[in-house]
């Protein structure tokens, strides 16, 4: 795989042996090894890495408990704890050499706020299962660990746990006994946000068939109502689409689906796609026609979007997102027109009462940014560019940035975007995607009369973006779309329009949920988590 350098800065510590590097050691991680006994939590967690910088000492992001023991390649080193780090000293290392940080400890039983972020424990169908996740600077709760977001490394699981427990991780899963399971991911594209593993007493394994070359199994718990509601069929022709696109499937030949009683609707780690076990039956409105579908094509686009090319820093978190909504809202607008509407709709709804920009510059804690990248995200990075330009060329440009292992940013993504669309967006990419505070989305106002159609744009006048309005009549299926074009022809416009044969009862802003415009005096609604499984 490609080794990524990791710059970490120490305070110097001194060594014993003048011949021997002294000072802060810098160091590229290649391998995670995690022992845990999910009983008693009891964890040995190795660091492997090569040295580029020699020296005595090594400080790496570490917010768990404090170890029993610590050696540095096999050696017994002096170890000093803070709030967010430990630092390892031992004799001195030379640059080139590899580098073994190993620790004895505790993982505690806790988690980023509500979320599963952290080692979770749940009541799942009156069993109980257990949950390791890591997410976006989230790996250290558990071992020492790099936890930038644009990381890749190996990660290797052996895994303790009671007879009846099945375990499954990212990797090759080895059931090596009736209560011990390994893990071996040797894969290129290991990003550390998703990383982790999940365990449970209640599964039933059912074999879902290979699609489009992958093998798929899923791990239904007794509550689930996920048994009849994956269809194969629809899944396998996405797979082939995806593929098509971007390359093979980048996790071997399997992939493993697994539910449980989640905070989150889904989760992408590498080959293992965990769904809140509820998903066909959601608890709030349903988001989309069809969300074990939609949210199962998301998880799996991760795979490429998200896991194989990853973030370059937490604030790039957006466009990851928005891809795997975008390929599930294309792959539903190719087989059911129907559900493609709705979807669109869901992420103008989710929009409305966005905090925040998909790039915000005002750097909130990833908890409370991460659910407005989820509504804006996906119409400013795709959808308006799809509708001022073409699908085909939004597609050109995701397919350039992906299908190999490497870390990208909002702005590459969008430099993607300029170079298939034609387009100049360095001041859509002003307006719409960087930004403090709460973003304001425009409003427009539109009167129709005599075969004219007058829009103009009140506020917000730097977004500019192309949609249709709807003339409407008190008929079903009594309606005349309108083309309005703010980016290129301006933001007030008066449109002749051939008057439709019947009478035009209202005037619909934006049925085709096209771009993030809302009518004058538009209240929005209810801030909302799209991605919360439940409320």
């Known amino acids: 795989m490609r080794r990524v350098l990791a710059v970490i800065l120490l305070t110097a510590c001194g060594g014993s042996d003048d011949k021997l590097p002294t000072g802060p050691i810098t160091a590229t991680v290649t391998t995670y090894d995690l022992a845990l006994d999910l009983d008693s939590r009891a964890a040995h967690a ?6 580029t910088t020699g020296g005595d000492c090594w400080q790496l992001p570490f917010r ?8 540095l390649n096999g050696k017994p080193a002096d170890v000093t704890l803070d709030a967010t780090s430990i630092t390892a000293c031992g004799a001195g290392f030379a640059p080139g050499k590899p580098l073994v940080l190993e620790i004895d400890h505790e993982i505690a039983q806790t988690t980023l706020g509500t979320t599963d972020v952290g080692f979770t424990t749940k009541m799942d169908a009156s069993r109980t299962y257990d949950y390791l996740l890591s997410w976006v600077g989230e790996c250290d709760r558990f071992m020492p660990c790099d936890h930038r977001a644009d990381q890749f490394a190996h990660f290797h699981y052996d895994i303790t ?5 099945t375990a499954r991780c990212p990797g090759v899963v080895t059931d090596v006994s009736p209560t011990e399971t390994t893990c071996a991911f040797d894969y290129d594209g290991g990003p550390t946000y998703s990383t982790g593993l999940i365990a449970s007493a209640s599964w039933t394994q059912m074999d879902l068939g290979t699609w489009a070359g992958v093998h798929v199994t899923l791990y239904a718990d007794g509550a689930s109502d996920m048994p009849g509601a994956i269809d194969a069929s629809y ?9 098509s696109l971007l390359g093979p499937w980048p996790y071997g030949n399997e992939l493993r689906v697994l539910t449980a009683p989640t905070y989150w609707s889904g989760f992408e780690h590498p080959g293992n796609i ?5 998903l066909a039956t959601p608890v709030r409105g349903q988001a989309y026609k069809k969300p074990v579908e939609h949210i199962l094509d998301h998880e799996m686009a991760h795979m490429w979007a998200g896991d194989q090319t990853t973030l370059a820093d937490t604030y790039d978190f957006a466009w990851k997102e928005s891809m795997a909504e975008y390929f599930a809202y294309v792959y539903e607008d190719m087989m059911d027109p129907t ?8 992420w103008k709804t989710a929009s409305a009462a966005a905090l925040y920009f998909p790039g915000p510059t005002d750097k909130p804690k990833l908890v409370d940014y991460y659910g407005d990248a989820y509504g804006p995200g996906p119409m400013v990075l795709f959808r308006q560019l799809e509708v001022l ?6 597609l050109t440009a995701i397919k350039s940035v992906l299908g190999h292992q490497h870390a990208i940013s909002i702005d590459d993504v969008v430099a993607a975007l300029q170079t298939s669309t034609g387009l100049d967006l360095s001041a859509y990419k002003a307006a719409w995607i960087h930004g403090s505070g709460k973003p304001a989305w425009p409003t427009v106002m539109t009167t129709y009369a005599n075969g004219s159609l007058h829009v103009t744009q009140v506020t917000s006048t730097d977004k500019r973006c192309k949609f249709h309005v709807g003339l409407d009549g008190d008929q079903p299926g009594q309606q005349t779309l309108v083309a309005v074009d703010t980016f290129r022809d301006g933001l007030d416009q008066t449109i002749p329009v051939t008057a439709p044969a019947y009478p035009v009862t209202s005037v619909v802003l934006d049925p085709l949920a096209e771009c993030l415009v809302y009518g004058a005096g538009f209240t929005a609604p209810a801030r909302i988590n799209p991605w919360q499984a439940a409320p």
């Not at 559900?339 to 869901?346: G, I, K, L, R, V």
């Not at 330009?389 to 939004?394: A, G």
């Open 46 to 51: 190795k660091v492997t890495a090569d040295v």
């Open 161 to 165: 746990h009671a007879a009846g427990v």
């Open 274 to 278: 965990v769904l809140y076990n509820k």
């Open 64 to 71: 768990g408990t404090t170890p029993t023991k610590a050696l």
């Open 389 to 394: 330009t073409s699908r085909d060329q939004v």
């Open 235 to 243: 899944h396998t022709g996405y797979l082939t689409w995806m593929q």
């Open 339 to 346: 559900a493609a509407p709705q979807t669109a709709a869901y």
